[in-house]
């Protein structure tokens, strides 16, 4: 199953995208709430529509990364914020990206690549995090799908991928996870070795 461009834009185009809250999720939005320094770089790697964008954006941090293989989410988010930059809406390939970050923020985008690249994700996540940079968000621990997105996986799985490029700060259930996740999720908070 090819995972490129074209497969996540036809789902957008065809309303296929269960995985879309409509807005920022619990998890998500209590974890931003408690950052200090609204300066900080951020990433959103296969943010989709981006809701957590929209909540940062408006919340006064202004160095936010978007970045998507599809433009159809990346447009829908242009269109709600239209002060959003414009070149921070980055339709491209996470694992092409460069630049420094302090915080790469995950949700659902990484059971929705091949889980072969799990480990090159956990790579690129180093790689593109300054030192002592974060990793935050969550992680299904759902068995899933193994055929098609979103797969599954587990904790002791995610430490074999993590464990040589990040210190663990938190990585436990994830306790405020919105209705339809609760107790198949985990929290994340890993700091770049
Ligand atoms: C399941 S959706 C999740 C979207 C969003 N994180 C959310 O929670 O609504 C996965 C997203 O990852 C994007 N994607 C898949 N592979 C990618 C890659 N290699 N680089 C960038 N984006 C990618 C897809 O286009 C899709 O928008």
Known sequence: MLLDKNYWTERYLNDDAAWDTGSITTPL??????????????????????????????????????????????NNLQKRIPDFPAENLIQGDFFEHS??????????????????LRIKYAEKSHELLKPKGVLAGVLFND????????????????????????????????????????????FINFIRK
């Open 99 to 116: 630049g420094q970050y302090h915080l790469i923020l995950e949700q659902t985008f990484f059971c929705a690549i091949d889980p072969l």
């Open 143 to 186: 068995k899933l799908n193994s055929d098609k997105p979103p797969f599954g996986g587990n904790k002791e799985e995610y430490i074999s991928y993590f464990d040589k490029y990040f210190t663990f700060k938190t990585f436990q259930l994830c306790y405020n996870s919105i209705k339809p996740r609760s107790g198949r999720e985990l």
């Open 29 to 74: 939005k209590e974890y931003i709430d408690q950052l200090k320094d609204k300066n900080i770089q951020i990433l959103i790697p296969g943010a989709g529509n981006a809701y957590e964008a929209e909540y940062l954006f408006n919340n006064g941090f202004k160095n936010i990364t978007v970045i998507d293989l599809s433009s159809e989410p990346l």
